[in-house]
């Protein structure tokens, strides 16, 4: 490729990073943030009640008013419409005698006005002869019909409510009208009173929301605060700290989760150190051997050759068990990265199972103990999985049965099959383990009060190997009886698996002892 076909190349585009959460700016915290949202609710509701309050209050009075003054006018023209309407000189002088006569002054005032509008008597002594100054009494003898005014008086531009009633005479000619007045000064001041006591209830109400939010608030906040202080104290490194727990709810249950975590921090520390001081411990003793072995043997051990043959035996051994750790500590970082992979095939688990015994027999009847292996050999014991790992648990398995359980000096194997299940148990007849320990045995660098020697994640490692191939690992125990570790696996389909075993026939036990049937354990 030349170089100006390298111009022309695009490069291609990094791709488009995505945004981060928006983090919405919270003035004064959860307190600030409920305050605003709850007040501005409550000030909403108030507010609509205030407003329907003073409409309702307002129509209430004003309608009280109205309903007076039209029925007062009402009857006076109905009484003057059937009795003093004949001629004008009756009704005038009728109206000098109803003027002289009213007696609430101090309430309304009683008007008479002729057909022109202007009125003729007045209670408050207006000068005869002028015009009404509000619309009612024109729209009343125009329309021959009851009106309303309400609103401010041109002349004391006061507030007031006005009606008039027309007067017919009998033949139905237009007379005049009766007209009654008031100020609307009192009924507004009862309703502004009202309606400030309205406000102020409200006020009061506001303040109670805001006394009993405010205690509410700090009932959360407080403890919310402390668990946020508990909170760093653990990042800080207080593993083991723990909350008060005050009241029984969802704070309450927070608590307990935090002091759950604390607690579970503080173990899986306690657990770390000891692991990290037990590993160092094993990997110091291996190291120690081969390092004091091999400065014997530069240094001119090597003339025996017994001692040499004993040192290079040593140094064998105990790299055995250093590469062993090392792979147990892989499988560990594996597994807590996620990284564990299987390499899924279809095979006879009870092979790997009987090549896990043999390699320990040999071993075991050396130290004393006696192993025991019983299997189903008409059973077909296919699983799909990795056969490598499977035999890494069995070995795993036993060795642990050999370390905890030796004082028993027996080790009982069993494999069976249970209907789509295949079932395999590891039994020693040790000490057993502490009722207490049991539920933690199966987690990664628990140790428990035993005292031998290991990493503490060699069980949760085999647990994880027995999850990824779907089966269960149970561990049974009782103290000073000896424990019993359970493997259940799911069977290969019947078709797969008969598939094979149709083709390949069952390799015999036999074939895996170099000693006679009856002398195998």
Known sequence: MTMNNRKHIKKPEAPPQPMPPKVLHSPG??????????????????AAVVILVSVGISGYFYANVRNNLVSRATTVADTFRKYFTESYDQFYTQAEAAIATFQEQDKMEQQFVNSSG???????????GSMASTEDVSKSLS?????????????????VMSVTVPLLSSRGD??????????????????????????????????????????????IVDPILKVNTTAKEIAAGRYGVRLQKTYDDEIGE???????????????????????????HELRTPLTAI??????LLAGGGEDPEEVMQGLTIIQKEAGRLTRMVEELL???????GRMKLEVELFDLSIELYEAVYMYENLLRKSGIHLSYDEDVEANYYINGDRHRMKQVFLNILDNAAKYGADGKKIDITLRRDGGKIVAAVRDYGQGIPEAELPFVKEKFYKGSSKQRGSGIGLAVTEEIVSLHSGTLE???????GTTVTITLPAAEAEEALGITGAIPKVPESAYSPEPEGEKQ
């Open 29 to 46: 915290g959860i307190r600030g943030r409920w305050m605003m949202n709850s007040l501005s609710f409550v000030l909403v509701i108030l």
């Open 118 to 128: 202007r009125i003729l008597l007045s209670t408050s002594g207006l000068t005869s």
């Open 143 to 159: 329309t021959q019909t009851t009106q309303v005014f309400t609103g401010r008086d041109p002349t004391s531009d006061e507030r």
């Open 174 to 219: 237009m007379i005049g009208g009766v007209r009654f007045i008031t100020s609307l000064r009192v009924v507004e001041r009862q309703i502004w009173i009202i309606i400030g006591i309205a406000i102020l209830a409200c006020l009061i109400f506001l303040m109670l929301v805001v006394a009993s939010n405010s205690y509410f608030i700090k009932s």
């Open 254 to 280: 927070l608590c307990d989760t935090i002091n759950y975590m604390s607690d579970e921090i503080s173990r899986a520390e306690r657990m770390k150190n000891d692991f990290i001081s037990s590993v160092s």
């Open 291 to 296: 390092g004091g072995w091999s400065e014997t």
């Open 331 to 337: 499988d560990f970082a594996r597994i807590e990265s």
């Open 475 to 481: 561990i049974a125990s009782t103290q000073g009886a």
